[in-house]
């Protein structure tokens, strides 16, 4: 089985850091989390941006509940698409496949995955701060 999707390994790396730092327990659930909020703020985080861009702060304020209710609907799908799609099985696929990754591609990757997960997080930060 060959993986076809970027987040596959976005999922597995998380997935796996978890369930060796956790013997197992709730590296599948935090893996799929991490993909399910990385899409999630990767979609958010350009609307967020041109809405500042095209509205300002009094004219966003009445609508700030119903836009919260499409970030919190967008999460929700991405999570319950990514708790079907990866599960246990489809971990230990990956896991097989990537099990002779050589350890400067598997560093490379792991920072690759470290900025995937973390900066749509910090551009979110900073720009509620900032907007």
Do not use: C, H
């Not at 796996?16 to 659930?29: A, F, Q, T």
């Amino acid at each position: 089985m060959k993986p076809k999707f970027f987040f596959d390994y976005v999922f597995y790396r998380v997935a796996d850091l978890y369930m060796r730092w956790k013997y197992g327990g709730g590296g599948i659930d935090t893996g799929v989390i991490s993909v399910a909020g990385t899409q999630s703020l990767t979609l958010i985080i350009p609307m967020v941006v041109l809405s500042r861009i095209l509205f300002n702060r009094q004219e966003m304020m009445p609508y700030s509940k119903v836009i919260a209710g499409v970030g919190v609907g967008l999460f929700t799908i991405f999570y319950i698409w990514n708790t079907i799609r990866y599960n246990r099985d489809r971990y230990e696929l990956l896991k097989e496949y990537w099990k002779d990754e050589p350890i400067n591609q598997r560093r490379n990757r792991g920072m690759m995955v470290v900025v995937v997960v973390f900066f749509p997080i910090l551009l979110f930060l900073l720009g509620g701060y900032y907007f």
